[in-house]
């Protein structure tokens, strides 16, 4: 990209920004606090004291606030449209919930204030503790964990400590093919090994497999409902017995509950752990890593492991750290509390009913595009699909169109493209999660335009080639920006 020293004011429109340090003008600056007249410490030993002021990029405040108000100009987000990556539930993010992350009294709290006055944060931990159970029919949560992965890690370890106090510790945790990669990626972070089971034909998980699979050194199936290519495990059910009676537990991926709420308990299945992405089925914008929350659900059995503290729900309500068969903690404090209080605010906001209606959006969306782009592309697996639908470009292929052809080629229509490449059982995979969000007008818009580059796939390939020609950035290096990025401003080159 060029990094042309440039002040003018058509940068945000031209998406070419150079660095602040590049911008930098000696004795420029901001805003200045008049001298307080305090005279400066000068007890500081000597060797401590900087030698040399930082170097920091000087300028003035507008050409700061300007630098990055263009900055977020060039970002996609689920505020300036359709966001329909699969396996990531982008869905749009209440502005209540922003508002009350922000008032004062959650905002200024302190994590070690005394616990008579945090009631009002232990209270909404609490609650969003109890709508978990009330959703997958668990029995304990914790809200420690700071991401999904985090979650998985922990459930793996209580796993692990509940089968160690049963004198009889495990090695390995079954993951099916089509997982996202973070659980054969915790399984192994736990001390596991992982095994892979291949679904059915269909897509499905087959008891028969996972049984053949069980042994004594098998500590249990890690599984995702609805599973990573959006259908929904129907065998799960009888697949958790066989894993019980093996002497296994059953690990719940959580991160699709978007699929399930007041439609399907997972501890009514059978699982006995389970992870939520707060960031993805109860509001709070994510993306670009973070800041989320990947609270846990756990049976009876599994609930003295829990890591400390947890909430005692006496009047007040208190903190309990004496759990003498507690993994530990697993995150500074209580976990990401403005993440928790988003999710509060967003289970309040909806009610039981808006969140089975939610669930049930986001499949009717799902299917309503399955549907619609059934004759314009090969979709994976046809049956009705849950909340996120996988098509691939086999039809497309014999124009020597691939799915990331596509995928570019749609940016010029103005849509964000859908996950792709992924998950990777299914080869050239394009995998579509609209959530319950977008009305009819924007779905069709978006089935519009995917229907218009399949008929140019066949019609003039070398347009969706040389895609996208609208952005003003056309086609990236994403090889090398992988592999080789280059994310360090080297002064001495420049300077
Ligand atoms: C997003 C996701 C994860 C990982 O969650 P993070 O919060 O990104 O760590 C795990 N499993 C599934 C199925 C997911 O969709």
Redesign the pocket.
């Known amino acids: 990209m060029s990094t042309v020293k440039t002040t003018s004011g058509t940068n945000g429109l031209l998406q070419s920004e150079p660095l602040l340090f590049e911008r930098s003008v000696e004795g420029r600056t901001g805003w200045r606090p008049a001298t307080s007249g305090v005279p400066l410490a000068d007890d500081l030993p000597e060797d401590l004291l900087r030698q040399a002021p930082m170097r920091l990029p000087e300028l003035s405040e507008p050409e700061v606030v300007r630098h990055y108000t263009r900055l977020s100009q060039w970002n996609y987000s689920i505020d300036t449209g359709l966001y329909p990556l699969g ?3 982008m869905k749009y993010n209440p502005r209540v919930a922003e508002d009350l992350a922000a008032l004062d009294g959650f905002a200024q709290l302190h994590p070690w204030q005394p616990v008579e006055t945090l009631q009002g944060a232990l209270h909404v931990m609490a609650f969003v503790e109890d709508s978990l159970k009330a959703l997958t029919g668990l029995h304990a949560v914790t809200l420690q964990p700071a ?6 890690l922990l459930g793996l370890l209580l796993i692990r400590a509940c089968q160690e106090s049963r004198g009889d510790p495990r090695s390995k945790i079954l993951v099916p093919a089509s ?2 990669g ?2 054969p990626a915790s399984a192994s972070m736990a001390g596991y090994q992982a095994v892979e089971v291949p679904a059915g034909p269909d897509g499905i998980l087959e008891v028969d497999t996972v049984a053949r699979l069980m042994d004594d050194q098998v500590a249990g199936l890690m599984v ?1 409902h609805p599973n ?1 290519l959006g259908l929904y495990e129907r065998n799960l059910s009888s697949i958790c017995k066989v894993v019980h009676e093996a002497g296994g537990l059953v690990y719940g ?1 959580g ?2 509950l978007n699929a399930l709420m007041g439609i399907v308990r997972p501890g009514d299945l059978g699982m006995d752990v389970m992870h939520f ?1 707060l ?2 089925t109860f509001s709070t914008p ?1 993306g670009g890593g973070g800041p ?1 929350a ?1 609270p846990v659900a756990v049976t009876q059995e599994l609930e003295p492991f829990l890591p400390v503290p947890v909430i005692h729900r006496g009047d007040p309500l208190t903190l309990e750290w004496d759990r003498p068969n507690s993994v530990g903690r697993v995150r500074s404090f209580y976990g990401n509390f403005g993440v928790v209080l988003r999710a509060a605010s967003y289970i309040m906001e909806m009610g039981a009913q808006g969140l089975t209606h939610a669930s049930r959006m986001a499949i009717l969306n799902a299917n309503y595009l399955r549907v619609r782009l059934s004759k314009a592309f090969e979709v994976a697996f046809p049956q009705p699909c849950m909340h996120e639908v996988i098509l691939t470009d086999r039809l497309q292929r014999a124009h020597g169109v691939q799915t990331i052809d596509i995928a570019k080629r749609l940016m010029d229509y103005g849509f964000h493209p859908p996950t792709v490449y992924f998950p990777l059982v299914v080869p050239h995979a394009m995998m579509i999660e609209p959530t319950e969000t977008e009305s009819l007008d924007e779905l069709d818009a978006f089935a519009d335009a995917l229907i218009q580059v399949a008929r140019e796939a066949g019609q003039q390939p070398d347009t969706l080639k040389s895609a996208p020609s609208r952005p003003s950035l056309g086609r990236l290096d994403e090889v090398g920006a992988a592999r080789f990025p280059d994310l360090r401003y080297d002064f001495d080159s420049t300077q």
């Open positions: 396996s990531c539930t991401a999904g992965a985090h979650g998985e997982a996202h973070t659980n995702t990573t991926d991160a699709n992405n960031h993805k994510h989320g990947g």
